[in-house]
């Protein structure tokens, strides 16, 4: 059993910057492909960002250049920091092992409002 735990959502004004994070339990982490993902209200849940075990990044195009995920295989953890955030970045933010099965946290509020 995986469990993904997210923190470090909140309440930011348009240009600023959050970090989130994804505390991962379980040793399948090193092996497993880690993603960000978001739901804005109303929208359909979507990929932000993904990084292989390996550590290959992808992006969402709205996010490219604004948004950078890591991790570290040693802490079970992988981040999103998140920067020149804009409204429409708002959404709750979900961290998910990929892979079958899937795993998903229970997601963090992002609110980016002046």
């Known amino acids: 059993q995986v469990q993904l735990v997210e923190s470090g959502g909140g309440l930011v004004q348009p240009g600023g910057s959050l970090k989130l994070s994804c505390a991962a339990s379980?040793?399948?982490?090193?092996?497993?492909?880690m993603a960000w993902y978001r739901q804005a209200p109303g929208k359909q849940r979507e990929l932000a960002a993904l990084?292989?075990?390996?550590?290959?990044?992808t992006y969402v195009d709205s996010v490219k250049g604004r948004f950078t995920i890591s991790r570290d295989n040693a802490k079970n953890t992988v981040w999103l920091q998140m920067n020149s955030l804009k409204a429409e970045d708002t959404a709750v933010y979900y961290c998910?092992?990929?892979?079958?099965?899937?795993?998903w946290g229970r997601g963090t509020q992002v609110t980016v409002s002046s």
């Open positions: 998910k092992r990929e892979g079958f099965p899937a795993y």
């Open positions: 379980g040793s399948i982490f090193s092996r497993s492909a």
């Open positions: 990084i292989t075990s390996g550590g290959i990044t």
